[in-house]
T-cell receptor, first 113, second 110 residues
Framework: DTAVSQTPKYLVTQMGNDKSIKCEQN?????MYWYKQDSKKFLKIMFS???????INETVPNRFSPKSPDKAHLNLHINSLELGDSAVYFC????????????FGPGTRLTVT | RKEVEQDPGPFNVPEGATVAFNCTYS??????FFWYRQDCRKEPKLLMS???SGNEDGRFTAQLNRASQYISLLIRDSKLSDSATYLC???????????FGAGTRLTVKP
């Protein structure tokens, strides 16, 4: 059983397009996250949701919009994709906040051409 | 100054060696500390939590010095399978905010 799943695993698209990445967790966790890992491998938090409520919204362009239809899902929609958006995007979940282990999805490798 | 800073690495060590990684954090309000491991092209996975009293899990020992805002990870008797990037992670108590270091790459060679 996959604990945290993401789709798609790879995404290649052109500049200016709009795309979505889906994330689902079956761990019963109430907190979910989106992270971006750039080419230098630096993992940076983008958003955090707790019980469908947005808790953290880092300095991320408003072209990025997270949506949490329920506790088990946190999707990421990106409008007007730019070259600099190319990265690996990881979804994660935890039971509670920062005191708890985070379980990561396998990542979505986004390439913008 | 970055919120979480780690040894830049890479570390290349022979099997059986002992290797130590260091990490410093800037926010004195931080309350939770972890080491994660990330294999190439894979997701990060928790290696161990770090407690004030220090903790050990087999060949791995983690230490925390709150006064110096410093975290360490010691790996004894390195195995080939220990080759990975080790991420220092710091969080604020009861808060969803987690900050990752840039990671230190370890390669264990035969």
């Amino acid at each position: 059983d996959t604990a945290v799943s993401q789709t798609p695993k790879y995404l290649v698209t052109q500049m200016g397009n709009d795309k979505s990445i889906k994330c689902e967790q079956n761990l019963g966790h109430d907190t979910m996250y989106w992270y971006k890992q750039d080419s230098k491998k630096f993992l940076k938090i983008m958003f955090s949701y707790n019980n469908k409520e947005l808790i953290i919204n880092e300095t991320v362009p408003n072209r990025f919009s997270p949506k949490s239809p329920d506790k088990a899902h946190l999707n990421l929609h990106i409008n007007s994709l730019e070259l600099g958006d190319s990265a690996v995007y990881f979804c994660a979940s935890s039971q509670g906040g920062s005191s708890y282990e985070q379980y990561f999805g396998p990542g979505t490798r986004l390439t913008v051409t | 100054r970055k919120e979480v800073e780690q040894d830049p690495g890479p570390f290349n060590v022979p099997e059986g060696a002992t290797v130590a990684f260091n990490c410093t954090y800037s926010n004195s309000a931080s309350q939770s500390f972890f080491w994660y491991r990330q294999d190439c092209r894979k997701e990060p996975k928790l290696l161990m939590s770090v407690y004030s009293s220090g903790n050990e899990d087999g060949r791995f020992t983690a230490q925390l010095n709150r006064a110096s805002q410093y975290i360490s990870l010691l790996i004894r008797d390195s195995k080939l399978s220990d080759s990975a990037t080790y991420l220092c992670v710091v969080g604020k108590y009861n808060n969803n905010d987690m900050r990752f270091g840039a990671g230190t790459r370890l390669t264990v060679k035969p």
